[in-house]
């Protein structure tokens, strides 16, 4: 009876172990579960993943991600091991450029431990790859809509030999990817070089949402990571606009009124305060 129950635990353990990642890095809060959604069944989700409840009234108006020079994660760009294959993080600052499947994951890791350490937010412009550094940025162009977005890669995933890139549920929607599951796309890294290039958005069109303005650069950055904390999924977009002496804490740019005066509304529940719209 004792062999009998012994070999019983000794099956759970392996089963329970089989359907997790095993990674080396320290442990994210997800194996993304858009990859291993079936292809042969558009639109389904597995296992309880899915949209959630009440997702934003206009998902097209969350800004793109904005690169910007950051560190990186101390942890998150080890080898490591997932699935039984090994993965080395791309910290040369080389090119990278891939075609592929792109999937997204939803509810089911909304609100849990990235392998940045960040929590994950379904409606950020976030995504999880393989080797990409973290953090860093990549554009993903839909090669059937033609759409593209900016995401910040802050996860590792998707392990599936069909995929190249789980994308959140937000910048899904916004490529025309969420109901079939999973789509075509092109990965573009960008580049610490890329991101030097354009240091400046103030050359960048489009509407801003002033949030602030100072003489001192400093002060500036100082409101600039306040106001992080309290933004969220919207933090991406912030830039700091310098001109004639001044730096101003914005957000944007934003491709038309409507996503501004989405934005706009966010910002004041969230901070509030009533931003000054400005035109570049």
């Given at each position: 009876?004792?062999?009998?129950?012994?070999?019983?635990?000794?099956?759970?353990?392996?089963?329970?172990c089989a359907g997790q990642p095993q990674r080396s890095t320290p442990p994210a809060a997800k194996a993304p579960a858009a990859s291993q959604q079936s292809s042969a069944k558009p639109g389904?989700?597995?296992l309880d993943d899915g949209p959630g409840a009440n997702p934003p009234p206009n998902l097209d108006a969350i800004p793109d991600a904005v690169p910007r020079a950051e560190a990186l994660n101390k942890y998150a760009n080890r080898t490591y091991t997932a699935l039984g294959q090994e993965y080395t993080p791309q910290v040369n600052g080389k090119p990278y450029k891939a075609t592929g499947l792109?999937?997204?994951?939803?509810?089911?890791?909304?609100g849990k431990k990235t392998a940045s350490g960040e929590l994950y937010d379904m409606y950020a412009m976030t995504a999880a790859h393989p080797t990409l550094p973290i953090p860093s940025y990549a554009r993903v162009t839909s090669l059937d809509s033609g759409k593209s977005v900016v995401?910040?890669?802050n996860d590792r995933g998707p392990f599936h030999s069909k995929r190249i890139i789980d994308l959140s549920y937000t910048a899904a929607a916004k490529l025309g990817i969420v109901q079939g599951g999973s789509g075509q796309v092109e990965v573009v890294g960008i580049t610490a070089h890329d991101v030097a290039q354009n240091r400046d958005p103030t050359d960048t069109p489009g509407t801003y949402l002033q949030l602030a303005s100072f003489s001192s650069r400093t002060n500036a950055e100082k409101e600039l990571a306040r106001a992080a904390t309290r933004l969220d999924r919207d933090s991406s977009a912030l830039v700091i606009l310098a001109q004639n002496d001044r730096y101003r804490v914005a957000l944007g740019p934003y491709a038309d009124s409507a996503s501004a005066?989405?934005?706009?509304?966010e910002v004041q529940k969230r901070l509030n305060l009533k931003p000054v719209r400005m035109q570049r």
């Amino acid at each position: 009876m004792k062999i009998q129950l012994l070999f019983i635990a000794a099956v759970l353990t392996l089963a329970g172990c089989a359907g997790q990642p095993q990674r080396s890095t320290p442990p994210a809060a997800k194996a993304p579960a858009a990859s291993q959604q079936s292809s042969a069944k558009p639109g389904g989700y597995y296992l309880d993943d899915g949209p959630g409840a009440n997702p934003p009234p206009n998902l097209d108006a969350i800004p793109d991600a904005v690169p910007r020079a950051e560190a990186l994660n101390k942890y998150a760009n080890r080898t490591y091991t997932a699935l039984g294959q090994e993965y080395t993080p791309q910290v040369n600052g080389k090119p990278y450029k891939a075609t592929g499947l792109a999937s997204w994951y939803g509810r089911r890791f909304h609100g849990k431990k990235t392998a940045s350490g960040e929590l994950y937010d379904m409606y950020a412009m976030t995504a999880a790859h393989p080797t990409l550094p973290i953090p860093s940025y990549a554009r993903v162009t839909s090669l059937d809509s033609g759409k593209s977005v900016v995401v910040r890669i802050n996860d590792r995933g998707p392990f599936h030999s069909k995929r190249i890139i789980d994308l959140s549920y937000t910048a899904a929607a916004k490529l025309g990817i969420v109901q079939g599951g999973s789509g075509q796309v092109e990965v573009v890294g960008i580049t610490a070089h890329d991101v030097a290039q354009n240091r400046d958005p103030t050359d960048t069109p489009g509407t801003y949402l002033q949030l602030a303005s100072f003489s001192s650069r400093t002060n500036a950055e100082k409101e600039l990571a306040r106001a992080a904390t309290r933004l969220d999924r919207d933090s991406s977009a912030l830039v700091i606009l310098a001109q004639n002496d001044r730096y101003r804490v914005a957000l944007g740019p934003y491709a038309d009124s409507a996503s501004a005066d989405a934005a706009a509304q966010e910002v004041q529940k969230r901070l509030n305060l009533k931003p000054v719209r400005m035109q570049r």
